[in-house]
């Protein structure tokens, strides 16, 4: 999908890196997707690929199991503003994600109303490669 260069190598790149260096520590369940919006004006592929730009990106993260069973969930405008530093603003919780894309994740009803403060840190030592 058509992402702005920012936020590919900014807010987006900075959940991708959580998912690498979480995945090293447990398992882990990743579900994403887009949310389409009804801007023309930034449908550069239409015509060559035939594809429109999303307005946001989403990711959830689930790990753990049972009790232990936790999540962290982000919409992630597709904008330049969308940075690293910028990727605390865009957490939400996934009891709020599911209302946003109609989407069903599957996660403990108790995990889903939990909203970080920040995003997951990069734990010590992670090569995120």
Aim: glycine share 8%; net charge negative; charged share 30%.
């Amino acid at each position: 999908m058509p992402q702005a260069a920012n936020m590919n190598r900014g807010a987006w790149l900075l959940t991708e890196e959580i998912v690498e260096c979480y995945r090293d520590i447990d398992e882990l369940l990743v579900i994403g997707g887009v949310i389409w919006g009804d801007n023309p004006s930034d449908d550069y592929f239409v015509k060559s690929h035939g594809v429109k730009t999303p307005d946001a990106f989403w990711k959830v993260i689930i790990r753990g199991a049972g009790q232990d069973e936790r999540a962290i969930a982000w919409i992630v405008p597709n904008t330049p503003e969308a940075t690293k530093k910028n990727l605390d603003r865009y957490l939400v919780s996934v009891d709020e994600l599911e209302r946003v894309t109609g989407e069903k994740i599957p996660l403990a009803d108790y995990a889903k109303h939990d909203k970080p403060a920040v995003s997951w840190l990069i734990p010590k030592g992670c090569n995120k490669g």
